[in-house]
């Protein structure tokens, strides 16, 4: 936690609002990865064989997995970010498996660029958004090259208040971040922030587990209710 702190402290929580997305390394021990992955484990017997798995609610499935919700090295800095009138929100598990042939899966095995938060969409002043809530992503396998399902950021985006403007694939963005991470490392990112999530076209599973924190206020129970 001291880490954590320490590394947040020198790179500035300004860092995180201007760019809004921040990468956490060492986040989880390599004890706590194993005993969330072997909760994967036991989650995953229990769907269809897919290439692609995405399982919302995904803490009701284990308790090893729901105890990341008050996880004490990431709690904390949400707290500096929100503020503390704050509460889980929603919580996914994203599985992709080796896809070389973009084979069909039961879900989306990838997604383009998009904003998250409900429809319809939280207040906007000239096109963009404030933030609203946090999305937490825990890297469960080894993302540490690009090009394995990786997520992607488009770092400042939360400013512009229109669609990113993509190469003719429609897919990439001169901006972009691929976010490479290995087992144990997280990173988190606002709604507003425009990100896309890679197919998986490697020899290496993507695991990652997402939990969203959520700022109370009149909009967000708007929403709730809606």
């Not at 399982?55 to 929100?82: F, G, Q």
């Not at 394995?148 to 512009?160: A, D, E, L, M, Q």
Request: glycine share 8%; hydrophobic share 35%.
């Amino acid at each position: 936690q001291d880490g954590i702190r320490d590394f947040c402290l020198s790179r500035g929580l300004g860092e995180v609002y201007k760019r809004q997305y921040l990468v956490l390394p060492d986040v989880l021990s390599s004890e706590k990865v194993d005993r969330l992955n072997a909760a994967i484990d036991e989650v995953l017997a229990e769907e269809e064989p897919s290439v692609a798995h995405n399982i919302y609610h995904c803490i009701d499935r284990h308790p090893e997995l729901a105890s990341l919700i008050d996880e004490p090295t990431i709690l904390p800095l949400v707290v500096n970010i929100l503020g503390y009138n704050i509460q889980f929100f929603i919580s996914n598990l994203s599985v992709r498996y080796p896809n070389p042939d973009d084979q069909q899966a039961h879900t989306w095995a990838s997604i383009n660029w998009h904003q998250d938060g409900p429809n319809p969409h939280f207040p906007k002043v000239n096109g963009a958004g404030s933030l609203y809530y946090l999305r937490v992503a825990y890297i469960l396998s080894d993302l540490t090259e690009p090009g394995r399902g990786n997520t992607k950021v488009i770092p400042g985006s939360h400013r512009w208040g229109r669609s990113p403007q993509t190469g003719k694939d429609g897919l990439t963005h001169r901006d972009e971040v691929q976010i490479c991470g290995k087992p144990g490392d997280a990173f988190l990112f606002g709604q507003n922030t425009w990100h896309s999530g890679l197919p998986n076209r490697s020899q290496y599973t993507r695991r990652q587990l997402l939990l969203s924190l959520i700022h109370i206020s009149e909009p967000t129970r708007q929403a709730e209710m809606s």
